[in-house]
């Protein structure tokens, strides 16, 4: 499988953004600017969002001595106080989207979490694996009165299922509340039905 793009809505300081990654891709920019913070998306998406599985980037900005949180990336904090954040309450997405060479199938995967600065922690909103299907940026986002906005998990949700079940037949194996189950089933179909490998070797492989 290929990894062909990350959509990130409402992640750190994106509202909406799309990275492709080609055969050989390089991230650059200063201290601080975001660059760990797509490899810790990818991260979040693949742990299903398990604070307790993710390892993420613990000082992306040297000078602000903050550690990162699945929490903190939703509300794009980038200080250590309240106000040192971009916003109040995140509805966030991050999706990968693969492609399988030799069938051209695609796969997207992904989580959809809510935070709030009233609150301590994350909520997963859902967990999703999407065999034969395509996201797009604009299949996260809603638009109102000219104003773009993330979907509602429940839309989004209500949607996806029916593109799966029009392509595969069922929705089974589509949406997963523990991780854990989440993680196994996307190593299984990774592996197109053979031997999915060790889920701890999986985990340890993003100790970095």
Same mark, same amino acid.
């Given at each position: 499988?290929?990894?062909?793009?990350?959509?990130?809505?409402?992640?750190?300081?994106?509202?909406?953004?799309?990275?492709?990654? %080609?055969?050989?891709? +390089?991230? #650059? $920019?200063? *201290?601080?600017?975001?660059?760990?913070?797509?490899?810790?998306?990818?991260? =979040?998406?693949?742990?299903?969002?398990?604070?307790?599985?993710?390892?993420?980037?613990?000082?992306?900005?040297?000078?602000?001595?903050?550690?990162?949180?699945?929490? %903190?990336?939703?509300? +794009?904090? #980038? $200080?250590? *106080?309240?106000?040192?954040?971009?916003?109040?309450?995140?509805?966030?997405? =991050?999706?990968?989207?693969?492609?399988?060479?030799?069938?051209?199938?695609?796969?997207?995967?992904?989580?959809?979490?809510?935070?709030?600065?009233?609150?301590?922690?994350?909520?997963?909103? +859902?967990?999703?694996?999407?065999?034969?299907?395509?996201?797009?940026?604009?299949?996260?986002?809603?638009?109102?009165?000219?104003?773009?906005?993330?979907?509602?998990?429940?839309?989004?949700?209500?949607?996806?299922?029916?593109?799966?079940?029009?392509?595969?037949?069922?929705?089974?194996?589509?949406?997963?509340?523990?991780?854990?189950?989440?993680?196994?089933?996307?190593?299984?179909?990774?592996?197109?039905?053979?031997?999915?490998?060790?889920?701890?070797?999986?985990?340890?492989?993003?100790?970095?």
């Amino acid at each position: 499988m290929k990894l062909e793009a990350v959509h990130l809505v409402q992640f750190f300081a994106y509202e909406r953004f799309t990275l492709s990654p %080609g055969e050989s891709t +390089g991230i #650059f $920019g200063a *201290n601080g600017s975001g660059k760990s913070s797509f490899l810790d998306a990818v991260q =979040i998406a693949m742990f299903g969002a398990n604070s307790n599985l993710t390892a993420l980037n613990a000082q992306a900005d040297e000078s602000t001595k903050s550690s990162r949180s699945i929490r %903190g990336y939703c509300l +794009g904090q #980038f $200080g250590e *106080n309240p106000e040192d954040r971009i916003r109040q309450r995140a509805n966030t997405y =991050i999706t990968l989207v693969w492609r399988d060479p030799s069938s051209n199938r695609p796969v997207s995967m992904g989580v959809a979490i809510e935070a709030s600065g009233d609150s301590e922690q994350h909520n997963v909103l +859902g967990r999703y694996l999407a065999d034969g299907v395509e996201l797009t940026l604009g299949d996260h986002m809603t638009s109102r009165d000219g104003h773009e906005s993330p979907r509602d998990w429940r839309t989004f949700r209500a949607d996806l299922a029916r593109r799966v079940e029009s392509v595969c037949g069922h929705t089974e194996d589509l949406f997963f509340d523990s991780s854990e189950k989440f993680i196994k089933a996307f190593l299984l179909l990774m592996s197109a039905g053979k031997d999915a490998g060790s889920v701890a070797l999986f985990k340890r492989a993003f100790r970095f």
